[in-house]
């Protein structure tokens, strides 16, 4: 099975400022690669499938870059919405693996 | 718009058996796969694996297999996981989630169903 580790574990970053989240697959899985966005008590949300593109009604701050076996999630200009634990998924081979995420906190 | 509605939270004694239902609207039932993912407590999502919506054919993930049952009501156009023979270390969250292109990723989730396994 793919091992997907994201790291930091937990980024605390100011509202306004940029936010780099990383992820990397134990091996390559092309461009198969998607994140999600999930708060308290609520479902994981799309926001990058294919590695880049941006789900339905994804606000253009998100970005996603990388292929193979690293990839990042920027936030460009974070809102107070944004802080929220985010996870990677791997969509290649199976089982479709996540990461363990990355808690995005107020600085 | 697209909807998954999942059944409530379930609280089960040890060695019980729990039926989650997953109903989707706002599309044609059989026109995407259904996956279901498990949460754990602090934990990443894990998939389980899915069922496909036209075949009825399940599809499990090493781990799920035995006590995990995916099925279908079409005639209901729910989906449904069943759980048997349920311990401690199943208590979780469960969400069932759509794969829009069968493109292994998840474009919408259902709310999730707290399963809480104690004596």
């Known amino acids: 099975e793919i091992v997907m580790t994201q790291s930091p574990a937990t980024l605390s970053v100011s509202p306004g400022e940029r936010a780099t989240l990383s992820c990397r697959a134990s091996q390559s899985v092309s461009s198969g690669l998607a994140w999600y966005q999930q708060k308290p008590g609520q479902a994981p949300r799309l926001l990058i499938y294919?590695?880049?593109t941006r789900a339905t009604g994804i606000p253009a701050r998100f970005s996603g870059s990388g292929s193979g076996t690293e990839f990042t999630l920027t936030i460009s200009s974070l809102q107070s919405e944004d802080f929220a634990v985010y996870y990677c998924?791997?969509?290649?081979?199976?089982?479709?693996?996540f990461g363990q995420g990355t808690k995005l906190e107020i600085k | 718009q697209v909807h998954l509605v999942q059944s409530e939270s379930e609280l089960k004694k040890p060695g019980a058996s729990v039926n989650i239902a997953c109903k989707p609207s706002?599309?044609?039932?059989?026109?995407?796969?259904i996956n279901w993912m498990r949460q754990a407590p602090g934990q990443g999502p894990e998939w389980m694996g899915w069922i496909d919506t036209n075949t009825g054919t399940p599809t499990y993930a090493q781990g799920f297999t035995g006590r995990f049952v995916f099925s279908l009501d079409t005639s209901v156009t729910t989906a449904y996981l069943h759980i048997t023979s349920l311990k401690a270390e199943d208590t979780a969250v469960y969400y069932c989630?759509?794969?829009?292109?069968?493109?292994?990723?998840?474009?919408?989730w259902g709310q999730g169903t707290l399963v809480t396994v104690s004596s």
């Open positions: 998924q791997q969509c290649i081979n199976w089982p479709h693996t």
């Open positions: 706002g599309y044609t039932f059989s026109t995407y796969a």
């Open positions: 989630a759509r794969d829009p292109k069968s493109a292994g990723y998840f474009d919408y």
């Open positions: 294919d590695s880049s």
